[in-house]
């Protein structure tokens, strides 16, 4: 039986396989690259879920500004009058992505899952993800796409409310999908769309295993697409709610650690750190999000909680899909961190058209708002900038992922000052200590003089007489 990957709201699902430490750099053999074919599923599938239902929400200005993911927050509106990315094509290699008025120029790529397109969006997932990078404006001025002119290229690679045919006979009337989709489809993929136009490639699915990945395939499909076809590829980093045993942080203890050595999680692609751009998420705020899976592999980090995005069951917007029981459930997800990504990737393609994809990428990497250590395991090398991306003067060099590289560094001692030169203080004094001297003579002789006045005027013999003088000696 295949083992399944499939792309949910949550983001990932656990892919568990082969017996080995996931630790270390992956190697990729370029022979393992999937042969040039039509989109189609391996074998026979069928659907057993019906499909996910969404919440409708209003499409303004106002609802745009309470939202973290609406494109204006990343300042893209400063960024389009340089460009809105016509002339690129983003594939997206997700659950399909729907129709959608606002997506006039979505091309029907193929199929991994059933027998459709790649335009049936069953579980309500790529067609967030293609709003976000794509989405035409509406009258009303609301939710806009990161690059409103590019084309999406759509490829329905997995789904949770499929699986293989048959299986349903095994199973109890209760129980969910097993879900379709693996590693060897999102090569088979990530190769169409490089042979079929894609300049950029978003990939918001992710397989992680605690044990070495059989996913030898993909690693040179995205070699063979960033590579031999200059394509960028844009990965999400994953989440913790499936990718549930976390990679360590950078410890400031350690700072000279290789964070490889600690991988616990594999994360794939976005482990094949040469050729993806890996990107984590953050809240409104800029602050990490609790969820995203940390990894050496992280790139940079772009919003990816409060999400709004076009809705692939009407013709407007949604911020939610309904669980069960009729509960709005918030869309997000380093699904959704990606996109962001990815349209910036288009904008920069769209108006630098001679960078090379690793270009593309260095330019996002160096204008990214990095953290204080200038990289870290969660948001890699900062909060992606569509309009500093667009503006640097120079092509910035690649930056350099490292931990926190605080280093301790032996200084010679200070040098022994010379002797200070107190003769002014000296001088101040002295000529302070004569001023106080004279002015306690002062004092003491006005204190003398006093005294004496006062005795002559209350001694007896003293009293005066005179002709009008009423006065007479006192007994």
């Keep these: 039986m295949r083992t399944a990957l499939a792309a949910t709201l949550a983001l990932a699902t656990v892919l568990g396989a082969g017996t080995s430490a996931a630790q270390g750099r992956p190697d990729i053999d370029p022979a393992r690259l999937p042969a040039a074919a039509a989109p189609a599923p391996p074998e026979p599938t069928e659907q057993r879920n019906l499909c996910t239902p969404t919440a409708p929400t209003v499409d303004d200005t106002h609802a745009a500004d309470t939202h973290a993911t609406d494109p204006h927050r990343l300042d893209v509106d400063a960024a389009w009058q340089f460009t809105r990315g016509a002339g690129q094509t983003v594939a997206v290699i997700d659950t399909g992505v729907a129709h959608h008025s606002r997506l006039p120029g979505l091309i029907a790529g193929g199929d991994y899952v059933g027998s459709g397109d790649g335009t049936d969006d069953c579980d309500a997932h790529g067609t967030l993800v293609a709003g976000i990078i794509a989405a035409q404006p509406s009258r009303t001025g609301g939710f806009t796409g990161v690059a409103p002119d590019a084309r999406i ?233 569509p309009y500093a991306a667009l503006t640097a003067v120079d092509e910035p060099a690649p930056p350099t992922k490292q931990s926190i590289r605080a280093q301790s560094v032996a200084l010679p001692p200070a040098a022994a000052p010379d002797e200070p030169d107190h003769r002014a203080r000296d001088l101040a004094l002295a000529g302070t200590g004569a001023v106080a001297i004279v002015l306690l003579l002062g004092w003491a002789a006005s204190r003398a003089g006093g005294r004496y006045a006062a005795s002559r005027a209350a001694s007896p013999s003293r009293i005066r007489s005179g002709p009008n003088s009423n006065s007479s000696p006192k007994s």
């Design 153 to 385: 290229l759509s490829l329905r690679q997995s789904s949770n409310a499929w699986q293989v045919a048959g299986r349903s006979a095994q199973q109890r009337p209760e129980d969910v999908a097993d879900g379709y989709g693996d590693v060897d489809t999102m090569a088979a993929a990530v190769r169409f769309a490089a042979d079929h136009g894609a300049s950029v490639i978003n990939i918001s699915e992710v397989a992680c295993s605690t044990v070495a990945m059989n996913d030898a395939a993909l690693g040179a499909a995205v070699q063979y697409a960033a590579v031999v076809r200059d394509v960028v590829v844009v990965a999400a980093a994953g989440n913790t709610d499936r990718c549930d045993t976390p990679n360590p942080a950078a410890d400031p203890l350690n700072p000279g650690a290789d964070l490889w050595d600690g991988v616990r999680t594999v994360v794939s692609p976005g482990w094949y750190d040469d050729y993806v751009l890996t990107v984590g998420s953050v809240d409104a705020s800029g602050a990490p999000s609790a969820f995203t899976v940390a990894g050496p592999w992280v790139d940079v980090a772009a919003p990816g909680e409060d999400i709004v995005s076009l809705d692939p069951r009407g013709t407007g917007l949604t911020a939610g899909t309904l669980d069960g029981d009729g509960a709005i459930v918030p869309i997000r997800g380093t699904s959704f961190a990606a996109p962001f990504v990815a349209g910036t990737a288009a904008l920069i393609r769209a108006r630098f058209p001679h960078l090379s994809a690793a270009q593309v990428i260095a330019r996002i990497e160096a204008s990214a708002h990095a953290p204080a250590e200038g990289w870290n395991p969660i948001v890699g090398f900062g909060v992606v900038d």
